[in-house]
């Protein structure tokens, strides 16, 4: 079964989809129907608010998350009314409708933020295709290897493959188009921030209160998104923007 | 046991009541009467007995979750608050549908463990961050 529908709406990537095109007017799947989603013809009134965020968002974030074992990716439209949240739960993934002062929550408890130690490491440049290695390949070895000595401890995380990533983006529409990013390594000896630099990315060990207040920064600003209000007023802007978090797992 | 009034600056513009309920010796608000939800400040203090500050923070983990919607921990250091050793702690949770921060100072003075709490709109705490700093630092534990 790749929809459940109770107090929480948990389904596949395909049957995510069959909804949004159900939300845009075309005929509902047996799938959604027989789940309950879709009754006489009509989306369930509690998903329409985000729904209509996923249709027409006046900001889109993408976060991908990185373990060891999997990638994962957790998406969020936003909305001032409503935003929608699809959250990767095993198989399938969560959808939320939810105001967007608490995607910041979501987005921290997809990091995987917590208390956690705080490293005191000087900062340290390393090529940024290590980075990405770790991100698109679950690669350690380039930048366990790039990493100078004072970082030994820290790396022990990685090399013992108890890490996360997490590459979070937020962008928006309309006349004031913008974005912003976020990489986190997180390891347990502490988290890191990536900051990338041309072909190198700077990291440097931070706190899971400047994380957070990063994540909440992530999101467009009201002036920012009064563009893209306007942008979306007749129309829909799926898809134009996308953003990515990595964290590494303690 | 009587305990002396708070010694606190609020941020400009906010509105003070001392004692303003049973258990709370502070609470600071700010401005905006008709806010969905006002940011605010609120000091407490509590007999500890036998407890000393890490066996009362360790009570107070376990009660959050308990008392508070949503509450995730998000972050846990030891600070110094008016030069003696304290707890900070930073956390979001939910009040009344909307996600809100937690920022709480904990120190202990004698036998009482005293607790300031700022509790900010989520989208807001970062830019209310730095006030909520100067506040702790200007704050002057019995």
Redesign the interface.
Known sequence: MTVRFGDTLLLSAQAFEDLVSCAEGRPATDELREAGVVRDGVVDPRLVPGLRAVLAPVAVVRAQVRTPARSEVVQAWLRPEASAVLLPRDALAELLVL????V??VL??AVG????P?PELAPCRVPLAVVDALLDDADTAGLVAALPSTWAGWAAGLSADRWRAVAAVAAWPGEDAGSRALAVLVGPRGLVRVHPDGDDAELRAT???AV??DL??L?PTDPEVEGAVASTASGGARGQAAAAVVVAEG | MPVADVVLDLPPGWSRADRPAPGVLLLGLEPGAGQPFRANLVVTADDLGPLDLRGWQLQTDAALPRALE?Y??????HVQVDGRPGVRR?A?H?VR???V?LEQWAVVSGPLGWTLSATV???A??SA?TGLADVVAGWHVP
């Open positions: 105001g967007a002062d608490l910041p929550a921290a408890q933020l917590r208390p956690r705080r706190t899971s209160t957070f207040r909440v920064r999101l | 949503g995730a921990l998000l972050d846990l250091e930073l979001s939910v549908g909307r996600a921060v709109p989520a989208l705490w970062p961050e």
